[in-house]
């Protein structure tokens, strides 16, 4: 390896894990530097962007209420996509560095994932603190405050959402948040701010959604995505709305055309692709996923797949879909419980069941990087 030239080595390095990575920089201070460089690091993460087959993907299981964070079960935890292939979640799960240091919040809302960045909030009755977070790094920043945005506990809002994502041609990682509160007249207001880590600054934008936008994000084609509820007096509505981090647009994408009996209950991101779930989850109800297989085109949307509700013990209120691999899904469930479902034989095994507890836990899925969340470049050192 030693007579390996530079460019070699970093082709090689690129399509490794970085918690892989990161161990070789003990084995000599050459690699050290060059896996420390700002060059690799950016090497690192546009073969993420463009090869999600050589990211090492990681379910993330964090404890959304924080009463109890000196208890080893509330931990933050990774789940690896080995459990695909048959690996034991005992082998397959690992313990993180916990970002909440000192005076836990009440309740920590995850918001979505770009290149390893994971965005949180942390909410009280007071305040509440937006996060970056790399689990792989252990890097954690809390963005300063906007002297100009709503300074509201979260008791005082109707709905916010909360993103990341990467914009391709500034080269920065953008986090955008909308806040729909009530003005001191009690009307209805959203207004939406965007945070770049170049600059370090928040700032207002004039384009706003035109109903609450859900509080978990997905970032897809330089864009970051919700699942928005809209109710007037004529109509209740569902949509995904997106916003071009380029040009810091809000538009609305296409649903796909089913049954006046179908209920939509969110999004999400598959191999991909964007995928809406709809339908009721009990006892003897039918979840559905639809994928769009050419972004923005409303015939685009088919059946992904559809799960009987019959089949778990009992009813969740919320599922979420983590990922679709080699015929099966897996899927978190609100219950505490991360579920791998066989489509083909609708078999399915619990790889993860808390059972009862005083522990809510949000699941996401990031990858492995070196983006750091402070200068969207590479960690020192």
């Not at 995904?240 to 999004?267: C, H, Y």
């Amino acid at each position: 390896m030693e007579k390996l030239s530079d460019d070699i080595l970093v082709e090689i390095l690129t399509r490794i894990p970085a918690t892989s990575v990161t161990r070789l920089k003990l084995t000599n201070k050459k690699w050290c530097a060059l896996i420390s460089h700002p060059l690799f690091v950016k090497a690192h993460g546009e073969r993420l962007r463009t090869d999600m087959r050589a990211a090492c993907l990681k379910v993330l299981k964090i404890d959304r209420l924080c009463f109890q964070r000196t208890v080893s079960a509330s931990r933050p935890q990774s789940l690896s996509f080995e459990v695909f292939e048959g690996v034991s979640v005992d082998k397959a799960m690992n313990s993180l560095h916990d970002p909440i240091s000192r005076f836990p919040p009440i309740k920590i809302q995850v918001a979505g994932s770009c290149d390893g960045l994971i965005c949180f909030t942390q909410l009280s009755c007071l305040h509440h603190i937006i996060s970056l977070w790399n689990p792989s790094t252990k890097e954690v920043r809390n963005l300063p405050n906007d002297p100009n945005g709503p300074n509201l506990g979260f008791s005082q809002w109707l709905s916010f959402g909360l993103g990341i994502g990467y914009d391709c041609q500034t080269g920065d990682y953008k986090v955008v948040r909308a806040v729909c509160s009530r003005n001191e007249q009690c009307v209805k207001q959203i207004v939406v701010d965007v945070f770049m880590l170049k600059t370090n600054a928040w700032r207002r934008i004039h384009d706003n959604p035109r109903g609450k936008l859900s509080c978990d994000s997905f970032y897809l084609n330089g864009a970051v995505h919700w699942f928005m509820r809209s109710r007037t007096e004529a109509e209740d509505s569902c949509a995904i709305v997106s916003f071009d981090l380029a040009t810091e647009k809000f538009r609305e994408l296409p649903m796909p055309e089913t049954n006046a009996n179908t209920e939509f209950q969110g999004i999400g991101i598959i191999d991909g692709r964007l995928v809406v779930y709809t339908g009721y989850w009990k006892w003897s109800g039918i979840f559905e996923g639809w994928s769009m297989k050419e972004y923005g085109v409303k015939t685009s949307w088919a059946k992904l797949f559809s799960i009987s509700g019959e089949i778990f013990p009992a009813p969740a209120k919320r599922v979420q879909v983590l990922s679709l691999r080699n015929g099966k899904i897996l899927l978190g469930l609100d219950r505490n419980e991360i579920v791998l479902y066989d489509i083909a034989d609708g078999s399915f095994q619990f790889l993860l069941d808390i059972g009862w507890s005083g522990f809510r836990y949000e699941f996401i899925v990031y990858v492995e990087s070196f983006i750091s969340p402070y200068s969207g470049q590479g960690t020192s050192g």
